[in-house]
């Protein structure tokens, strides 16, 4: 992307899970940088993060330091993005966010590249980064939505607990320590952080991914069902979803089954229309025991897919294991590949 | 049942994990026993486990252990029932069998005592006790089949390593120590026992449990299929699974989605039939975060159901919850639940 003029790039959330992970990616892109701001809150400011063998100072966001950014990724959570994502688009910057605080929101084009990239020519200043469950969901999806229509998606997730943040990881290894030494489990955070009730993630699962809905959803199911139908401009598409938080530190896994419209398909068609999918790798091999898990998945930046099966009663019926980094293609990859496209067709 | 004939009782994997848990809820429990009596292969014959505070020794299982036994529990592996049932059945026994070996052959019954008691009856010696995770499903379908029809079960489950035996539990135990050291993880057993390949399972998720048919399915899969439909009477009922194995010991989850027959249903008369089940414990309140987890079930012998939500789609589609102790209900309870009945109907 040499021939782009360089841009100044702020990342808000520097120090967290996601904001570390958009830093370590940006490194190994070449995304045309001419600065690189790294911003926080006010508790994680001075701190030195090494950015291309240099130093940088994590400075406190505020409203003025976004004069002079081209680019601003937010990854600080939901409220900070609603504070301070306005400030920045007012001074000219084009928001990349991370948050849940404007995916919904009909003027903000909501966005994995590879699925419906041309929706992000219409933003108006921002630009939603999809929940993680979503995108990795949506990435296999949409190329057997286009090869054979889709009328049916029921999910339900396996999640890593680095979705809910550095914390929740440190919260884990605690409780995982704890277990072995037949100590009492300690449990502070998961399932939601704020909420009334705590229970253990390691050696557990537990059915609660944020906070309950008045219809007895939870957010983030009704954050996949949601966004699925925007980012596959389906809103009629019957999307269900059963969000669960399980003990593992990284990348979601998830139980797919989808109804498709035409007839008489085999594995093999699915099989070949995923082979083709942009940022998805087949790992497909009951012979040889090939398919992906959280631990194979984790640090690459593509959707694993394999147990494709035909449901053995519909026979518009398949079955699919999707498994992908939370924090990559979920999170900071998915982000900084939003704001290469902005540069590279001249979107900003 | 006091006024009972004593019976002789035969445990076959008297030191597996679930011949463990048989011995001790035979403790616990009043069934009428005059001599309880512990077989195992010849590998662990000699050891010796204290029963009502009598020390018993471990015999080799051969034919001739059965002379005498009126009820053989047998839970020490396909070809040990195999090999033995038929024996313990010449000399006269009533055999419970928890391996696949039986279970669906037309001519023994298959059963979840809550479910399809009536079926013990006509039995030919041989009563097949269901997989693990078949019987805490079918427990909660089954007072739905009967209150409101059922045309369509899809369920991904959420699997302890205890299913796989004592020593995927140490194989557990062993890997998230070493992960916790940053020692490379060491996968000698698991997802399959002799399988060619095996993966970590410690802060993982395994996509196959058991071995791999021809048809895609892994034999786990097929087996929640076909005992579905033969404990529920069900051969037309269109049901589809996924098993995932997971880093935790004991109790599976399920995520049970249904279609029922009847319109117009909201999730209190879901709960209110859920309510009055035998052998089911609602435990499903999202204003009090209150839902099943494996943790909060274990050493429990209820099947345990929340997150009951209605479809936001289909009018007849309900999504559940399900959890029990694998090693209890699952296994062990559900053996001396079917042993029970064989007495107090005197159908032995």
Chains 1, 2 share one sequence.
């Not at 911003?39 to 994590?58: C, H, I, W, Y």
């Not at 939370?326 to 496209?341: C, D, S, V, Y």
């Amino acid at each position: 992307m040499a021939e782009h003029n360089p841009v100044n790039v702020a990342v808000v959330g520097a120090t967290g899970a996601v904001g570390e992970k958009i830093i370590k990616i940006l490194e190994k892109k070449d995304l045309p940088i001419k600065e690189l701001k790294l911003l926080s809150s006010e508790r994680s400011a001075g701190k030195k993060v090494t950015f291309n063998n240099q130093e940088l100072m994590v400075e406190e966001a505020q409203p003025e330091s976004f004069s002079n950014i081209d680019i601003a990724l937010f990854s600080a959570g939901g409220s900070i993005s609603k504070q301070l994502a306005p400030e920045a688009v007012k001074r000219g910057a084009v928001v990349v966010d991370n948050t849940s605080a404007y995916r919904m929101a009909d003027d903000v084009p909501l966005v994995v590249p590879e699925v419906n990239e041309a929706d992000i020519k219409s933003h108006n200043g921002i630009i939603a980064n999809p929940n993680c469950s979503t995108i990795q969901m949506v990435a296999v999806l949409k190329p057997i939505q286009e090869a054979f229509g889709l009328s049916r998606v029921i999910v339900s997730t396996y999640q890593a607990v680095s979705g809910a943040g550095n914390h929740a990881n440190e919260e884990l290894r605690t409780q995982t320590a704890q277990f072995l030494n037949n100590e009492e489990m300690t449990a502070e955070l998961l399932p939601v952080k704020g909420d009334e009730r705590h229970y253990p993630i390691a050696f557990n699962a537990l059915p609660q991914i944020d906070v309950f809905q008045e219809n007895g959803y939870t957010f983030e199911e009704m954050k996949m069902i949601n966004e699925s139908k925007k980012i596959l401009h389906a809103q009629d598409l019957p999307v269900s979803a059963t969000c669960v938080r399980l003990p593992f530190f990284t990348s979601h896994a998830e139980s797919v089954y989808v109804d498709v419209e035409k007839d008489g398909l085999n594995v093999e068609d699915v099989w070949s229309v995923l082979n083709r999918a942009d940022g998805v790798t087949l790992q497909d091999d009951p012979a040889t025991q090939t398919y992906p898990t959280p631990l194979s998945a984790t640090n690459k930046e593509d959707v694993f897919v394999g147990r494709v099966r035909k449901d053995l009663d519909s026979d518009k019926g398949f079955h699919l294991w999707v498994v992908s980094d939370n924090l990559i293609k979920g999170a900071a990859w998915n982000t900084i590949q939003i704001a290469e496209r902005l540069i590279a067709n001249k979107w900003l």
